[in-house]
């Protein structure tokens, strides 16, 4: 009963992982603005009403599994281009920590539309900010990294006490429920890739990269032509994905199993071409990186209040020379002595 509520007060102490839920959601943002950006050319061609998927085709797919999309309302060109925009302008806003929660809802209605409207081009990546940016919604995820308007200050004055005192134990839920979601996902794919005989006898790097969809000309080709790349790459995938939940529970793992993971999907991003996976899986992995990069900031603090000082300094105007007072002229009458000698 002790540590249950030892662990009540915890939770409600103060707010976790404020930083980290911070970046994951600047992070995600990013990745939606370059769906947007990476599309930009393509865009008529690609999401427009007269695209690859025609209006009428698209809206049927929408009515057979049940689900919505702002590019369904209307079949005009104007109506694409200003929802193709909007989503994009939403998609910045996140980046740079403008619009707050109500932002990060709009910018998700628009990122699930705009995924409906082409499925093809989806990498595994969209599942996931589907699930995590609603659960974003509980967090203080605009408390770092943003451009506060004090909107939000003003109208935390109103709201009662105990609705203030809420807010961190929600918050803290959010961060709960996204690290469960990621340590999911982790589980759940090392349990499948168990299963494959590839996986068990190794070999399935090999395969992986030899497929075109995944091969990265010049590099793919010095993996699986190693036999020893091969099969630790395919081992180690298989050990880090199952026991990474392990990983976090202890304090002192839990930033190193981050940086594992965010360097195995460094990985995925270059090799296999996933840009979008690897980038919003990394995001969720920034909340286990939390106390690390506040740590990393105080120690980094004064160094940049040092350079700051020196540029201050460089930039200062130097005072204008103050003029020497020129030297009063001798008499005449001694000057013609001098010259005579007398």
Same mark, same amino acid.
């Given at each position: ?89 939403? #998609? ?12 990060? #809802?709009?910018?998700? /209605? ?9 499925? @093809? ?37 109103? @709201? ?17 429920? /996204? ?68 990983? @976090? ?18 990985? @995925? ?22 106390? #690390? ?30 003029? #020497? ?18």
């Amino acid at each position: 009963m002790k540590k249950i509520t030892r662990l009540l007060d915890l939770a409600t102490a103060r707010h976790f992982s404020v930083l980290g839920v911070s970046g994951t959601r600047a992070l995600l943002g990013f990745v939606g603005f370059m769906y947007y950006a990476s599309q930009y050319g393509d865009r008529d061609y690609l999401f427009g009403p007269r695209g690859v998927l025609p209006w009428n085709e698209f809206t049927s797919q929408l009515h057979d599994n049940g689900t919505f999309s702002l590019y369904s309302v209307s079949s005009s060109e104007a109506w694409f281009q200003v929802v193709f925009h909007l989503g994009m302008l939403a #998609a910045l806003a996140v980046t740079c920590g403008v619009g707050g929660r109500f932002g990060l #809802a709009v910018h998700w /209605v628009f990122l699930w539309s705009i995924y409906q409207r082409q499925p @093809i081009l989806q990498d595994g990546g969209d599942n996931l900010a589907y699930v995590v940016i609603p659960m974003l919604l509980l967090t203080r995820c605009y408390g770092r990294l943003s451009f506060s308007t004090g909107f939000a200050r003003r109208f935390s004055q109103h @709201i009662p006490g105990i609705v203030r005192a809420l807010s961190r134990p929600v918050h803290n839920l959010g961060i709960l429920a /996204v690290a469960m979601q990621i340590s999911l996902v982790y589980v759940v794919s090392g349990l499948y890739k168990v299963q494959g005989k590839v996986w068990q006898d190794g070999t399935a790097l090999f395969y992986v990269l030899r497929l075109s969809e995944f091969t990265l000309p010049g590099v793919s080709e010095l993996v699986y032509q190693n036999e020893f790349l091969v099969f630790l790459g395919t081992y180690s995938t298989t050990i880090f994905l199952v026991y990474f939940p392990l990983g @976090i529970l202890v304090p002192r793992l839990r930033p190193w199993a981050a940086v594992a993971s965010m360097s195995f999907h460094v990985a @995925i991003g270059i090799l296999m071409g996933l840009t979008s996976f690897a980038l919003t899986m990394m995001a969720c992995d920034l909340i286990f990186l939390s106390g #690390a990069l506040n740590m990393a900031i105080k120690r980094c603090a004064p160094l940049i209040r040092r350079l700051r000082g020196s540029k201050a300094a460089h930039r200062r105007p130097v005072p204008a020379s103050v003029p #020497a007072a020129p030297t009063p002229a001798r008499p005449a009458s001694h000057s013609a002595a001098a010259s005579t000698g007398t």
